[in-house]
């Protein structure tokens, strides 16, 4: 009996198990500390990646403009690398427009954005005018290589995009020619107002004429040439002569192609009263004579010949691009227009596009109520402007030359904020958008 109970004795001797279970708890502490410590260098890591990713998409959108129509090209792959090594991660293998990715750490660089799969996802899919880069990086970790993970894959996304340009009217700017003069025209009694700048890159001494009683306001009007200025101009802020040339901030576009004729020498008579028209390829061009009332449904409409609007007409629509392989557009008479450009897709921004080899002059007499909302991109044609206003909210002149004449009272906003890809015309610098 007494084996017994000093047996009993020694089970219910509780010495010394505060230690043991004190030792046991700092074993736990301690991994979780490591284990904390490999937390905290993995979300280190990541937002050393992702300023590195927002470095590499602002290079690569850059290079965006020298790109032509290339996609994700040469020049922008090495701006994305060069980025991603100058900010601690060399070695990359890079891959374009969401192809697949090899291992270790790698780079995607996709013009347009396409990783997020769809517009709903990401405003910019598929855009040309935005760079993104994914990058792919496997950390390493310290203490959690106990538990057999030797490293934790991070994925990290960056988008960029051009800013906006400041300027919205070009004119001259595939001519630098010391002697190109009269690229821009301003006649007695004309108004422009402008909320933006202007460029004239004709290089001669008279590039640039105001005559007489003409009033121009921009936020800067510069002239590669020289300027003549006669009789009581009131021109704000006066004109910066022998600025540097610029090159044309459109030749990025890519004409669209042509199909089979969808209308022949299309004709719409007075009389007719409300008439649709839709888009298609115009063989012959399109004529809208007196008073008639056309509707214009969303789409490109390619004219192969002029497209002239008699007076009385008004013509209307959203989401239009009407690209003149040839011909030009003339406005005739007090017509009233309400266009307005795509605001996505390829031609975002673009109403009216004539070839680069069309010197078709474009001549717009609209009524002071007109909206031409979107660009007019006709590098090698003059575009003459007689009488009437314009009520949009943005517009974009690049032409070879403008010439604007009494009575005119055109007015260019620069409220881009209808487009997902803002202004079509870029700066040099890069913005992130995501």
Request: proline share 3%; with cysteine; hydrophobic share 35%.
């Amino acid at each position: 009996m007494r084996t017994v109970a000093r047996f009993r004795n020694v089970l219910q001797d509780e010495s010394g198990q505060a230690l043991v279970l004190a030792g046991v708890g700092m074993v736990v502490i301690v991994g979780f500390l490591a284990l904390a410590i490999d937390v905290g260098q993995l979300r280190y890591a990541q937002t050393k990646l992702q300023n590195a990713a927002d470095a590499a998409a602002m290079a690569a959108a850059i290079e965006i403009s020298y790109c032509g129509n290339t996609h994700a090209c040469t020049a922008m792959q090495t701006a994305a690398q060069k980025a991603l090594a100058e900010n601690g991660f060399s070695g990359s293998t890079v891959y374009t427009n969401c192809g697949t990715p090899g291992t270790g750490l790698t780079i995607g660089v996709n013009q347009g954005p396409c990783a997020l799969g769809s517009t709903s996802s990401d405003p910019h899919y598929g855009s040309s005018q935005f760079a993104e880069v994914v990058v792919t990086y496997s950390q390493p970790t310290y203490f959690a290589r106990t538990l057999g993970v030797s490293s934790v894959k991070i994925k990290v996304r960056a988008e960029a995009g051009l800013a906006n340009s400041t300027n919205c009217l070009f004119v001259s700017t595939n001519n630098t020619s010391t002697s190109a003069n009269n690229a821009l025209l301003v006649n007695g009694s004309a108004s422009i107002a402008a909320s933006c700048g202007i460029i004239d890159d004709a290089g001669g001494s008279s590039a640039a004429i105001f005559n007489g009683n003409d009033t121009i306001n921009s936020a800067g009007l510069y002239i590669h040439g020289g300027d003549i200025n006669n009789g009581n101009n009131t021109i704000s802020p006066s004109p910066t002569t022998n600025a540097l040339a610029v090159a044309d901030p459109l030749s990025y576009l890519t004409a669209p192609t042509a199909g089979s004729c969808t209308y022949t020498n299309e004709v719409i008579n007075g009389g007719s009263g409300t008439v649709t028209l839709n888009p298609g390829t115009y063989c012959g061009g399109l004529i809208i004579n007196g008073n008639v009332t056309v509707s214009f449904t969303s789409g490109t409409y390619i004219m192969q010949g002029n497209m002239i609007v008699n007076g009385g007409d008004t013509i209307s629509g959203t989401g239009l691009t009407f690209y003149f392989s040839s011909g030009s557009l003339t406005m005739n008479g007090s017509s009233d227009a309400n266009l307005v450009a795509p605001t996505s897709g390829t031609y975002a921004g673009i109403l009216i596009y004539q070839d680069s080899s069309d010197s078709s002059g474009i001549i717009l007499n609209g009524d002071s109520n007109s909206v031409w909302q979107g660009t007019l991109y006709a590098p090698a044609a003059n575009l003459t402007l007689n009488g009437g206003g314009n009520l949009a909210a943005y517009t974009i002149l690049d032409t070879e030359s403008l010439t604007v004449n009494g009575g005119v009272n055109f007015t260019m906003g620069s409220n881009y904020s209808s487009l997902s890809g803002g202004s079509p015309v870029k700066s040099g610098a890069a913005v992130l958008v995501e």
